[in-house]
């Protein structure tokens, strides 16, 4: 449990992550996503309960070496270039040789190469979020975290980040990642939580999901447990006024 | 290891931030440079005259005691104001943050590497302008370095106490308790010492008259250090978390009388900004320290009103300073919206000098009522404090006030001791001449307040016309 003041921002959450799996967690913004994150990164301390990475409890040392995390929005080390950070983040995260050669695959991958010297304070937002996942997924951690995966990023560095988390999966690493494109975490993710006011309302995977409401897509299975099922036409009257 | 790889990054980053500075900038960033160069020079022939003019007045121990306390206090609220502004591992970013980094090696890396650099920068002009000092007075050359240790050594305690008293304030008692020992380790030295508000650190004002070695000032000043940041070091990297106060979830209108008041909300931008919050309440509590231990040390008329205010300056110039930032990371705002650049520059800019101007009242209320307020020196610190927010603006919009690193922050601070230097040399050289040309004095302040209010100004809406 996770508490801000009077707000519940996570509540008698409980998610696991196996290794190799691929787990999405859905939801409203402000559902609690990037805080339940944040718990598993040690970035955030919960109120109750535990997070343990790989054995170790969410913050050690050990659960640290453990993850790697992609932020929603990187910052910090605007003047280091992108090969600079992937470099910077192998030497403190004691990555061998094997890092920098799944590196220089995911730069090739995400189509960085000829941005590989420039700074990441003159990247768009998208191309800086791409050098950061690059320095992330290269560590080819235990678990993986990524939040707002598609966030700012255009369809083909989409499609990259949804085989480079397949092939991690697949190599053995636990993903959880937070995202609001339904398209992508049914093609991505082989379980999905979907969170709301800090509380998971529902969870399984995207057919299983969409089987149990009959639904065709993922987003009418979310707007259906949250009770917005008539969304488009409750707000479609107001709006005609604008 | 780790320390070492993430200290070079930061280096690195503030290495390429400056040389981007002089790249966009390249007139200031020449004119910054030329200043930091001929900095010693300058420093040296005004310690000199200082040393000349005060040596008669060492004989008196109270006037040595206050001389020693200036730059200690100077260097406990510039301590202060690095440590309150010091996000922890936090300012590594998040991704960097969720890693496997100690928290040592990232005060490490993230605080005590660029304040080392911006140290051993400034040295040599604070060299040279306690060894000129200390020439002209009877302890020698040895002993004006001696002062330049002082404010070196109480860098590190005012960042102590700073950190105990947010570590109090978060209900971690731990602080209150290092505080407490503190307070008595400092007042017990200082009475073995004969002066308890110096505490390990008054041999240096013994050393001025040339009745304590040197090599004892320097002692002192090195232990002195070395504790502090131990003690600092201990306290930052288990520094309790903010306590987060609920928001108020109530609905309001769009519009209304914020939508339409830009100087209000230049002031709510400044004033809910929690390291400039801190940062002010620190500089007032040493401004009120000043004052106290100014009057406690029995200094001479307007010594207390002159300590406190110029403790308390150095603390809040980081509101100037910062306004660059705030007005920058606002510029998708500000650069697109149907107003003039220069009055939405403008408005922040009071703002901030508004905020300045409050902070030192409780500082002049306090000099006021243990030793009055004589109106000379009121007008005096009136003209230093918006000459310095002034460079402080100016420092602001050539190196940006930014939140990420401890390093982007010393950097800026750097840029601000430069501009500081600039327009006070400026200030002595042209001062002079106006008043010979004729000019009253107020009217001579007031056009060299123009020019420097004009320089700050001017550099900030250029950037925000520049982007960031």
Redesign the interface.
């Known amino acids: 449990m996770k508490r801000y003041g009077d707000v519940v921002a996570l509540g008698g959450v409980d998610v696991g992550v196996r290794a190799g799996g691929v787990v999405g967690l859905v939801g409203p913004n402000g559902s609690g996503k990037t805080t339940l994150l944040h718990v598993a990164a040690g970035l955030v301390h919960a109120d109750r309960g535990e997070a343990v990475v790989a054995g170790s409890p969410a913050g050690s040392r050990g659960a640290r070496t453990a993850l790697a995390l992609v932020p929603d929005e990187p910052s910090g080390f605007d003047e280091l270039t992108v090969a600079e950070l992937a470099a910077l983040v192998h030497v403190l995260w004691g990555a061998g040789p094997a890092a920098a050669a799944r590196a220089e695959i995911l730069v090739d991958a995400f189509g960085l190469g000829q941005r590989l010297g420039q700074r990441l304070g003159t990247l768009s937002r998208g191309l800086r979020r791409q050098a950061s996942m690059i320095a992330a997924l290269s560590l080819a951690p235990h678990l993986l975290l990524v939040d707002e995966a598609t966030a700012t990023l255009d369809p083909e560095a989409v499609v990259v980040l949804r085989e480079a988390v397949r092939a991690l999966a697949a190599r053995g690493s636990g993903v959880l990642l937070a995202t609001q494109d339904l398209h992508f975490a049914s093609t991505a993710c082989d379980h999905l939580v979907l969170l709301a006011r800090g509380h998971v309302l529902e969870r399984g995977a995207p057919g299983e999901l969409c089987e149990r409401y009959g639904a065709e897509t993922l987003e009418d299975v979310f707007l259906t447990v949250l009770g917005e099922g008539a969304l488009a036409e409750r707000v479609r009257e107001g709006l005609a006024s604008l | 290891m780790?320390a070492w790889?993430?200290s070079r990054?930061?280096l690195?980053?503030?290495w390429?931030?400056a040389a981007?500075a002089l790249g966009t900038a390249p007139l200031a960033g020449v004119t910054l440079l030329a200043v930091v160069v001929a900095a010693p020079i300058a420093l040296a022939r005004a310690g000199s005259a200082l040393g000349a003019t005060l040596a008669p007045a060492l004989d008196d121990g109270a006037t040595a005691r206050l001389l020693t306390l200036a730059p200690m206090l100077a260097g406990a609220a510039g301590g202060a104001a690095v440590s309150l502004t010091s996000a922890g591992r936090?300012?590594?970013?998040?991704?960097?943050?969720?890693?496997?980094?100690?928290e040592r090696a990232a005060f490490a890396a993230c605080v005590l590497a660029p304040a080392g650099v911006v140290v051993a920068l400034a040295l040599p002009a604070a060299i040279a302008l306690g060894a000129s000092f200390g020439s002209a007075v009877p302890g020698g050359e040895a002993a004006g370095v001696g002062l330049v240790t002082v404010a070196l050594a109480a860098a590190p305690v005012g960042a102590v106490v700073s950190e105990a008293a947010l570590h109090s304030a978060r209900g971690a008692w731990r602080g209150a308790g290092y505080s407490l020992l503190l307070a008595i380790a400092w007042i017990g030295t200082g009475v073995l010492l004969d002066s308890p508000a110096l505490g390990p650190l008054a041999p240096a004002a013994g050393a001025l008259a040339g009745d304590v070695m040197p090599a004892v000032v320097l002692a002192c000043a090195a232990s002195t250090a070395g504790a502090g940041v131990f003690v600092w070091l201990e306290l930052a990297v288990r520094r309790p978390?903010r306590p987060?106060?609920?928001?108020a979830l109530r609905r309001r209108r769009v519009r209304g009388p914020l939508a339409a008041a830009l100087p209000l909300a230049a002031l709510l931008l400044i004033a809910r900004r929690r390291d400039l919050r801190l940062c002010l309440l620190a500089a007032v509590a040493f401004g009120l320290g000043g004052v106290a231990i100014a009057s406690g040390a029995g200094a001479p008329v307007p010594g207390p009103l002159h300590l406190g205010a110029g403790s308390a300056l150095l603390g809040a110039a980081l509101v100037p300073l910062a306004t660059g930032g705030i007005v920058l990371s606002g510029r998708w705002a500000w650069a697109t919206a149907p107003r003039s650049r220069l009055l939405l520059c403008a408005v922040v800019c009071a703002a901030a000098d508004v905020i300045l101007l409050m902070s030192l009242v409780p500082v002049l209320a306090a000099a006021a009522t243990v030793s009055g307020l004589p109106r000379l020196a009121l007008a005096q610190i009136g003209f230093i404090a918006l000459l310095l927010a002034g460079a402080a603006r100016l420092a602001g919009a050539l190196l940006p006030w930014r939140e990420?690193?401890m390093g982007d922050q010393l950097a800026s601070f750097g840029a601000f001791a430069a501009c500081a230097g600039g327009f006070s040399a400026v200030t002595g050289v042209a001062g002079p001449r106006l008043v010979a040309a004729g000019l009253p004095d107020a009217l001579a302040a007031a056009c060299l307040l123009s020019v420097a209010t004009a320089v700050g100004l001017g550099a900030l809406v250029l950037r925000v016309r520049r982007g960031a």
Do not use: F, K, N, Y
């Open positions: 780790r790889r993430l990054a930061v690195r980053c503030q390429r931030r981007g936090r300012s590594l970013g998040l991704q960097l943050a969720a890693g496997p980094i100690g978390r987060v106060r609920s928001a990420a690193t």
